[in-house]
């Protein structure tokens, strides 16, 4: 094939034009991320929160800034959103393409993009507003400069880039810098490249906690540790045992409104609730660490519940969950798991197959996503940005199945 990108970018950008046209009607009406509340609050008042005129950190700022550029330049319509995310998914699975094709073969680099790009959980997740969109497209930004720096400066400062905005993007992802600067010094064995990583990453993080710092008042990347909270406290296991999300567990008994609380109360009464963020975050983490070290064997129950909710091949089944009882309720039930059960066996034999530092990443990235769910909750949304490593695997299974045939 003389140009197979552009396989790859028919089978990223055609099923998903296929479903935005479909969902049109809801991609801005239901199930959508607060970040767009805060880009809509920007756009209309330069306020980067719920409120005109109240800054916020509650939530994970990029995708935010993604949005508001959207938003000023085209304004809030599910086209200029779901083509703008269709954009960030072909960039991803021409990211994934690259990897293959350098570190493997062209042909495993078509094969490997193509099998990510058509993840049934993805090409419904990719249009509607969903932060994970940037979260797959900076993990493969990262797994390709983190295989191609070894000794190279610049591309360890590259990465050192992408794994700030990456944080910015997923809170969950602050301890893969150091992660990353162990394999780079694995793999260099110089502590320069390591060097420059740790100082882009932390300098591009610091530019943000210093405006959370003067705008809200504490030195922090997102003050919503009530989410945290709600992965760790007495009623998490049995809420999520009944098929809810973490977001059904009852509020704690007395506490404030949020600032996603005091929104609520300002939309309907157009009333500005007074909340305080730093005391909040202060409060929801000191009760979930309470509860880590009061009952450390709840929590290992809990660290197992998650792992086995992130690692599922069905798709998660929440009460909550878009489209419940209709079409794409089957589509989680049977279409997902004929895609993903294969995909992790193909994967399991391809580590053998693939360089020994690919293996090596791949384990480490796959690893350390885990044992964050662990700490945290398991979902499917938190596992398929990270599919795509499976992929390259798998890709490098079929190649050597198909070579002996």
């Known amino acids: 094939m003389r140009r197979p990108w552009l396989l790859v970018a028919a089978a990223a950008v055609l099923p998903r034009a296929a479903v935005l046209l479909y969902e049109r009607g809801s991609i801005l009406a239901s199930f959508t991320e607060k970040s767009d509340d805060f880009a809509r609050t920007f756009i209309a008042s330069g306020t980067f929160g719920f409120i005109p005129g109240h800054p916020s950190a509650w939530t994970q700022p990029l995708y935010a800034w993604f949005l508001i550029p959207i938003y000023w330049l085209f304004g809030p319509h599910w086209w200029s959103v779901g083509f703008a995310q269709i954009a960030i998914a072909l960039g991803t699975a021409l990211l994934v393409y690259e990897i293959g094709r350098r570190l493997l073969s062209p042909r495993a680099g078509v094969v490997a993009a193509v099998i990510a790009t058509l993840n049934p959980y993805l090409i419904w997740h990719d249009v509607h507003l969903n932060r994970e969109i940037l979260d797959q497209f900076l993990a493969a930004a990262l797994v390709l400069l983190a295989l191609l720096a070894g000794r190279r400066i610049g591309i360890a400062a590259l990465l050192g880039l992408v794994l700030g905005l990456a944080i ?43 405006r959370d710092s003067l705008s809200v008042g504490c030195f922090t990347l997102t003050t919503d540790t009530k989410a945290l909270w709600k992965a760790n406290n007495a009623n998490t296991y049995s809420t999520l045992a009944a098929g809810k999300w973490i977001d059904d567990v009852p509020n704690y008994p007395g506490a404030p409104d949020t600032p996603e609380q005091a929104f609520g109360v300002y939309r309907v009464y157009h009333r500005v609730e007074p909340v305080n963020e730093c005391a909040q975050m202060r409060f929801y983490r000191g009760k979930a660490t309470d509860f880590v070290v009061d009952h450390p064997g709840a929590k290992a129950k809990l660290a197992v519940q998650a792992a086995g909710m992130l690692w599922d091949p069905r798709s998660i089944r929440t009460q909550g969950r878009e489209g ?53 909750a398991g979902a499917t949304r938190y596992r398929v940005p990270w599919d795509f490593l499976l992929a390259l695997a798998g890709s490098a299974a079929l190649l050597r199945v198909r070579r002996r045939t």
């Open 168 to 210: 910015l993007g997923n809170t969950r992802l602050l301890f893969l810098p150091l992660l990353l600067a162990g394999f780079l010094l694995w793999q260099a064995r110089g502590w320069q490249p390591v060097a420059a990583l740790l100082a882009v990453c932390a300098l591009t993080l610091v530019p943000w906690l210093t």
């Open 324 to 376: 419940r009882g209709g079409f794409l309720d089957k589509a989680r039930t049977w279409v997902q798991p004929v895609y993903e059960i294969p995909l992790y066996l193909l994967a399991a034999v391809g580590l053998f197959f693939v360089p020994r530092r690919v293996a090596v990443l791949i384990l480490l990235l796959l690893g350390y996503q885990t044992v964050v769910a662990m700490g945290f």
